[in-house]
């Protein structure tokens, strides 16, 4: 019989749990009060995740981004955290960021990445938290990543409401701009690496891709862009010495080679996004726009194209960055080509600490009753905040809730999935803050 993946997941969950409850044995009288107590907190948990999936936040509402961030800072202030709200410069058209931390020095220094903001802005037709049935629920959010971010909030409390967190050096940073960030990366992530420098390990609560699966490694993305000029003329003189080939044939060549000359490498994409090329261009490159205007009868004058370029290492992008700026100065007659690069995000690479990490997690789960959890492939993963840090601490990613269609009007979160995620995640900080440094 066919079953949708929601289904299947509900049937991982139940037997998920029935598992859990014949191998409490595995966990210390202390662990099972801390699964208990998020068991008390858990329909707490779900009207929080109502209330602030309910709040636009989209990531240019600087207003909502600041109103989600105050109603999760009064929630860390109430378990002990002093909570901080870190404004950005206005020119950068970003609300901030919400850090909230307490200090210690037992065990490890633990960094617990997420972020308020969504793709949904206030003229999103998708505004409002909705249940579909009596596990699905609907909401801009509701799964990337506010449902990660009340993973992270209430298996805190359960902790600190066992009164675990005592001499724990644990900071919470939620971003206010994931879903597009501020420039200069400089200063909106500044406070997110200097955090990281003082921290151990770093864990991110994005979307997660099931009970089986974490991220140890996560591909880097930035932009580029390649800008023509060809020399205009009656297109009947076009392939003569003087007139040359044009801007649009030289744009073809270009993106031709890079398909054909830079491809190849493991995990290493790159995608042309818009192009544009004719007599004249207005081109708006900031909001990814623009038009143009051309004849047959005309040699084009001008040439445009802009895309995205994913990596798994730093040395990754940087030889791919040097072939496509080789096959861009080798021009077509009479024309000129430049390519320029923009850095988003950086790569997190498959360290070996990344690896000690999931082997925590792993333990916690068959500990808990649930599968070995594995590293998920690296190439089906999008850029995070967490690869920001990964140059500093041991990373793990991929620890929020489950759910589908992330950044559309039909994202889900499975509310059934929430409880099960919190106590894997107050378990893995209750090993992590007792584990040596």
């Not at 920001?388 to 793990?396: G, P």
């Amino acid at each position: 019989m066919y079953r949708t993946n929601l289904q299947v997941l509900t049937i991982i969950v139940i037997v998920f749990c029935f598992a859990f409850a014949k191998a409490q044995s595995s966990l210390t009288p202390q662990e099972l009060e801390i699964v208990q107590q998020v068991e008390k907190n858990a329909s707490q948990s779900i009207t929080f995740l109502e209330k602030v999936v309910n709040i636009n936040s989209g990531t240019l509402n600087a207003k909502g981004v600041r109103e989600v961030g105050d109603v999760f800072s009064k929630a860390f202030t109430d378990i002990g955290f002093q909570s901080n709200w870190i404004d950005m410069p206005p020119e950068m058209n970003r609300a901030g960021h919400l850090f909230a931390s307490r200090q210690g020095n037992k065990g490890k220094r633990l960094l617990l990445i997420g972020h308020l903001d969504t793709v949904f802005e206030e003229d999103s037709e998708f505004q409002k938290f909705k249940m579909i049935n009596d596990s699905i629920a609907k909401g801009p959010g509701a799964n990337d990543m506010k449902g990660g971010n009340v993973v992270v909030l209430y298996a805190l409390r359960a902790l600190q409401e066992r009164g675990l967190l005592d001499n724990a050096q644990i900071t919470v940073a939620f971003t206010g701009d994931e879903e597009s960030t501020g420039k200069p990366l400089s200063i909106s992530r500044k406070d997110l690496i200097e955090t990281a420098k003082n921290s151990d390990i770093a864990l991110g609560f994005e979307t997660s891709t099931g009970f089986d699966n974490a991220t140890v490694a996560r591909r880097g993305s930035s932009n580029w862009k390649v800008t023509v000029t060809g020399k205009r003329a009656h297109s009947s003189g076009i392939f003569r010495e003087s007139v040359g080939a044009g801007a649009n044939f030289e744009l073809a060549r270009i993106l031709n080679e890079f398909y054909t000359k830079v491809k190849g490498p493991e995990l290493l994409s790159f995608n042309p996004g818009m192009m544009l090329g004719g007599t004249t261009m207005d081109l708006d490159a900031a909001k990814s726009k623009g038009s143009i205007f051309g004849k047959g009868n005309v040699v084009a004058q001008t040439s445009y194209a802009q895309g995205g370029l994913r990596f798994i290492s730093e040395d990754q992008k940087e030889e791919a960055r040097s072939k496509m700026r080789e096959i861009a100065q080798n021009n077509l007659p009479q024309t000129s080509a430049v390519v320029e690069f923009q850095d988003s995000y950086p790569a997190m690479k498959p360290t070996k600490q990344n690896y000690e990490l999931l082997e925590v997690l792993s333990q916690v789960s068959q500990d808990m009753g649930g599968p070995e959890v594995l590293p998920y492939d690296p190439g089906k993963r999008g850029a995070a905040d967490v690869s920001f840090v990964a140059e500093y601490v041991a990373c793990l990613d991929g620890l929020g809730t489950m759910g589908t269609g992330a950044h559309t009007p039909k994202e889900t979160v499975n509310l059934n999935t929430i409880e099960m995620l919190t106590k894997r995640t107050a378990l893995l900080i209750y090993r992590l803050i007792n584990k040596p440094r």
